[in-house]
């Protein structure tokens, strides 16, 4: 990991903003250090990688959530297939969600879609894969891929849901992890995924090998 910033006085290829903002090491592969704006254009389906962005005063890396690099990120449900990300009209504003993913527990703002006839939200989550911790608690959901992730490591290691949550935290902050916000229902959902034995394909896209579809 870069400890430095040799490109801080450099004009990002857009040509507008500074090169002072990279993804994190476990993020984009070879991601170049960019201005902050392209940095969330390139992020609009990978909002859950965390950003490192240099502070020119204090000449270090600071670690952020994409909400934090502008007041205007926020994650939009239901407009999809919209070829530029703008706010649904339907809804008159964002609410702050913390969405447990496989890089970590991120706060975040979500905004529901309320155009005529949309889903309900658990319907809206649901389908961008979110899975609400309760019908009633839409503000914390988890990602199928984390959902996934821990029955695999559960099932192939043994690791506790104790344990996997523990790794969670310090992949989110490894030297402030007192400070990661953690549902209280982080520790109901990942056991009771395992006693009620949620189907591995509810989170798969594909059939597993050896499971075909029924
Ligand atoms: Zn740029
Ligand atoms: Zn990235
Ligand atoms: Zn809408």
């Known amino acids: 990991m870069d400890y430095h910033n040799p490109h801080e006085n450099e004009i990002c290829n857009c040509g507008v903003g500074k090169r ?6 476990d993020g984009c592969f070879q991601y170049p250090i960019s201005c902050s704006a392209c940095f969330i254009k390139c992020h609009r389906h990978l909002p859950f990688h965390w950003v490192l962005e240099w502070d020119t005063t204090k000449r270090i890396w600071i670690q952020r959530n994409c909400s934090q690099l502008s007041d205007s990120f926020e ?6 297939y919209d070829t530029e990300p703008k706010p649904c009209t339907g809804t008159s504003s964002s609410i702050p969600f913390i969405v447990t993913h496989t890089t970590g527990i991120h706060v975040s703002r979500l905004r529901f879609c309320g155009c005529l006839n949309a889903p309900d939200r658990f ?3 649901m389908d961008a894969k979110l899975f609400p911790a309760t019908v009633s608690e839409i503000s914390s959901p988890f990602t199928f891929a984390v959902l996934k992730d821990f029955h695999m490591q ?7 849901a104790f344990d996997y949550l523990l790794a969670l935290r ?4 490894n030297v402030f992890t007192a400070k990661v916000p953690v549902s209280s229902l982080l520790t109901v959902i990942f056991p009771a995924l395992i006693h009620i034995r949620i189907p591995i394909r509810l989170f798969s896209e594909y059939p597993v090998y050896g499971m075909p579809y029924s």
């Open 20 to 25: 002072l903002v990279k993804c994190r090491y």
């Open 75 to 80: 994650i939009q449900l239901g407009h999809v």
């Open 123 to 125: 319907d809206q989550l």
């Open 154 to 160: 559960n099932f192939q290691s043994k690791c506790g």
């Open 170 to 173: 310090h992949l989110t902050d």
